[in-house]
């Protein structure tokens, strides 16, 4: 089990750019995927991104595609959501999470498997 927090929201115009920076403590951080879920008022939390343990591989839901990179620094127990490209329909109540996993290169979608979560961090984007 992995303590998670996350830093980095606020508020940014359409067009900018936020990084959203997690760190954990506890058990080992390089067991573990990692992912950032955003939740819209009145939605259900979705998967955004998520990156294998060894970072090699990643995996982008379509609408952050090309704008959201993810990564991660097994050295320092951190996982970084870097978003460009902010619009209006990127606000929302972002979450990072872990899922352990078996294996480094494994890429972890279902959300059931994330048992460890964050407060969460707000972004708003808007003019």
């Known amino acids: 089990q992995v303590k998670v927090v996350e830093s980095g929201g606020g508020w940014v115009n359409p067009g900018g750019s936020l990084t959203l920076s997690c760190t954990t403590s506890?058990?080992?951080?390089?067991?573990?995927?990692m992912a950032w879920f955003r939740q819209l008022p009145g939605k259900d939390r979705e998967l955004i991104a998520t990156?294998?343990?060894?970072?090699?591989?990643?995996y982008y839901k379509q609408s952050a595609k090309g704008r959201f990179t993810i990564s991660r620094d097994n050295a320092k127990d951190t996982t970084n959501l870097q978003m460009n490209d902010l619009r209006p329909e990127d606000t929302a109540l972002y979450y990072c999470?872990?899922?352990?996993?078996?294996?480094?290169?494994?890429?972890?979608?279902?959300?059931?498997?994330?048992?460890?979560w964050g407060q969460g961090t707000q972004v708003t984007v808007s003019s």
């Open positions: 506890g058990d080992t951080f390089s067991s573990y995927a």
């Open positions: 999470a872990a899922a352990f996993s078996g294996l480094e290169t494994a890429i972890i979608t279902a959300r059931q498997r994330y048992t460890d």
């Open positions: 990156i294998s343990r060894d970072g090699a591989r990643d």
